[in-house]
């Protein structure tokens, strides 16, 4: 079956119908989703399997039959694993139609069909009985159902659902619990995440300080979880101001309740210091005693034991309300409330005379989870707002601006959620027609509307009148738009540029004045786990899963590229950054494809996991921006990734090898920028 996709494209703008079989879903899924990297979490993979082992063997020895539910059972991975372990029968559980059919393919491989059902549903459409999908209760349920937040991805209701209708009363749950730590930090670089800082403006008469309204001062942000790989996170960029502190925990073993609730810590500050940010990690202990147990603690916390790198799991950063400044020693009340899928969290003083009762009658408050009402959470993301409060960015462009912009310049902004209009504005450009697609306006004070004039509408729909008959002569963008995913999606703006033309004077300047691509190999600390075909798994062949994410990869002609912030993914590269193409925003787009071919050389012994990927801004004369590198050592080749934008990656589909650099060695590439598409199609040999 076919079917018709509307989208815009994010680069060109323009409106398309893509025609996609009923397979273009589940390839894009199956590409991208996270099972290779599960495969390869050895210390995930261990534990499991100990705890099965430990569960089957207690059941055994009370003389029972071992009945295991495996809920999301994927490539069948922990099914097999209580089969091994000598369970009885297990029914393997998952919804995901696809990897149900790989499951009953994986299964039979390794001789597991009598021992093992694969059941293509959701747990709870699951029945039990003579004629059901299982034939009695289970004793033993394993699942593995969960997200950097724990209960992001449905853990709680499936418990729920499950100890009513499918496991027995008593059964043995592997995992047997979950617990939730918190430790509350101060953080200018996480909190600036959250809310956005005064900007510092030097302009002709004198400092000027932008100052964000106070409706957003005060807004409580949103719920959705921000979970980084916070190991990436040096010690320098954050000021702990307490221990680790356990906030909930979770026995799977027993009835799960889902409905919403909270828990309430009472901790005393180690320091004092602004409270801001509360990080938060679990971990699951596999068994009753707690021997077993798979902790995501980042390195700070135990610093000798070997972290295990895994990215289906990483950390949490959850952002107070407000800041709040505390004493050490004083008295303070946690809070984390919760619903079914997500947390969010409190901080309350304990007032003198004021007894605990009281204190938990006032958390029944607050169990309401965190709107938006400045709307500018909504507009950004949390590494956007970074973006905008990084003050050596924000120099860049003023800097850029003070060169481009006269006293009678009118000026068009064409970039979602941008300060460049204020910013023009501050440096005194006469007017400012802050041009803005769709609905992502945002002033940075109440009073600048006689000032700055936001036209909603799209480029190719702008007419004379919205900018009074004036023409253009100063186009600025940084460029930002929110579609974005890929660095040169942002090019959009060229295009919008390009619709733009009739209504720019002939002498007009555009920041940037242009923009290029760069393209440097890396060897990945642990990304590259991400796409690589595992084979055995604890001893079970799980090749078929391999098969199914290389098909899924190759599924379209050409492998595409995908986003990751590398900030959070170290790599090493291994030739020098090239600049592949550039894309002259003077002009306007043209008809015919820029394409470009040429050899890399490979400087350092390593292996090349891939290319990586960014743009690069020449926003004036002298003024550049990086989205991508920052930063390159020289001898080791360890880079620093801009910290608020994600890099282009392009995995090779074999990894070249390079041990020895007796004889030099090169990559060679074609790159070929589709204008009609707004599309970049790659390839590399070695
Ligand atoms: N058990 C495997 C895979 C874990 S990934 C392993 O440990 O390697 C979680 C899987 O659970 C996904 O494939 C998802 O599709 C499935 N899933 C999540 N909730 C489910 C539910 N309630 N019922 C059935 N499948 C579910």
New binding site residues.
């Given amino acids: 079956m076919k079917t018709f996709c509307g989208r815009a494209n994010p680069t060109t703008g323009s409106m398309e119908w893509l025609e996609e079989g009923e397979d273009y879903d589940y390839h894009q899924e199956i590409a991208r989703s ?2 290779a990297d ?2 390869h979490d050895k210390d ?2 261990v534990k ?1 399997y100990q705890g099965i082992r430990a569960a089957v063997s207690r059941v055994k020895e009370r003389g029972e039959k071992a009945i295991v539910l ?10 097999m694993m209580a089969a091994s372990a000598g369970a009885d029968f297990c029914y393997a ?4 139609k696809p ?1 149900a059919n790989a499951a009953v393919k994986i299964v039979e491989k390794n001789g597991f069909s009598d021992k093992i059902k694969v059941i293509n ?4 459409e ?1 029945t039990v009985g003579p004629d059901g999908d299982m034939q009695c209760r289970a004793n033993i349920l ?4 969960f997200d950097t937040e724990l209960i992001g ?3 709680l ?2 418990y729920e ?1 499950a100890h009513k209708y499918l496991v027995q009363e008593g059964c043995e749950a592997v995992p047997h619990r979950a617990t939730v730590y918190v430790q509350l930090v101060e953080s200018k670089r996480m909190w600036s995440w959250k809310k956005l800082f005064p900007v510092h403006v030097e302009a002709e008469d004198g400092e000027k300080i932008l100052v964000p309204p106070s409706e957003m001062e005060n807004c409580p942000g949103v719920p959705s979880v921000c979970d980084i790989q916070l190991n990436q996170m040096p010690l320098s960029d954050f000021t702990t101001l307490s221990g680790v502190v356990t906030m909930f925990s979770v026995d799977f073993s027993k009835p799960v309740q889902s409905a919403s609730t909270y828990y309430r810590v009472q901790l005393e500050p180690v320091k004092s210091g602004k409270a801001q940010i509360v990080l938060s990690w679990w971990d699951i202990d596999m068994d009753p005693s707690g021997m077993i147990n798979c902790t995501m603690a980042p390195y700070w916390v135990k610093p000798t034991s070997a972290l295990q790198w895994r990215d ?1 799991w990483m950390q949490c950063v959850y952002f107070l309300p407000n800041e709040e400044p505390v004493l050490q020693g004083e008295k303070l009340y946690l809070t984390a409330c919760r619903d079914e899928y997500s947390v969010w969290y409190n901080l309350q003083k304990a007032r003198e005379g004021e007894n605990k009762a009281d204190e938990e009658h006032k958390a029944d408050v607050c169990v309401e989870s965190p709107v938006c009402r400045c709307r500018a959470h909504l507009l950004w993301n949390r590494a956007r707002f970074g973006e905008l409060n990084d003050q050596n960015r924000t120099h860049q462009y003023i800097k850029a601006l003070r060169k481009v912009l006269k006293t009678d310049s009118v000026c068009l902004c064409i970039s979602d959620g941008s300060l460049l209009p204020v910013l023009a504005h501050c440096l005194g450009a006469k007017q400012v027609q802050y041009f803005i697609l769709f609905f992502r306006s945002w002033h940075f004070t109440n009073h600048l509307e006689d000032k700055i004039k936001i036209i909603e509408t799209r480029p190719e729909l702008l007419k004379p009148s919205h900018l009074e008959d004036k023409k253009i002569s100063v186009l600025v963008g940084e460029p930002f738009f929110t579609t974005s995913l890929l660095p040169w999606h942002n090019l959009y703006f060229w295009y919008a540029r390009t619709a733009v033309s009739t209504h720019l004077a002939s002498n007009v300047t555009v920041l940037p004045q242009s923009a290029s691509l760069h393209m440097m190999i890396v060897e990945f600390q642990d990304l590259w786990r991400i796409r690589s075909p595992c084979g055995i798994c604890e001893g079970f062949d799980v090749q078929t899963m391999d098969d199914m994410i290389k098909d899924s990869l190759n599924f379209r002609e050409s492998r595409e590229a995908e986003p990751h912030p590398l900030w959070e993914y170290p790599c090493k590269s291994l030739s020098d950054p090239q600049e592949v193409l550039t894309f002259d925003f003077t002009k306007t787009v043209p008809q015919h494809c820029l394409s470009t071919e040429g050899s890399v050389k490979l400087l350092r012994k390593g292996k090349s996991h891939g290319a990586v990927l960014w743009m690069e801004y020449h926003l004036a004369a002298d003024v550049s921006v990086s989205t991508g590198l920052m930063q390159m050592s020289n001898e080791k080749g360890i880079c620093e990734w801009n910290p608020h934008c994600k890099q282009a990656v392009y995995f090779f589909s074999s990894v070249i090898e390079s041990e020895i650099l007796s004889e030099p060695t090169a990559v060679t590439y074609a790159i070929n920028f589709d204008t009609k598409t707004g599309e970049i199609a790659m390839d590399f040999k070695l």
């Fill in positions: 996270r099972y599960m495969l995930r993979n499991y495996d809920i999301g059972t994927g490539t069948g991975l922990l099914s559980v998952e919804v995901f990897m549903k959701h747990s709870t699951v394993v699942t593995e159902l991805e449905g853990a209701p499936t659902h289906h």
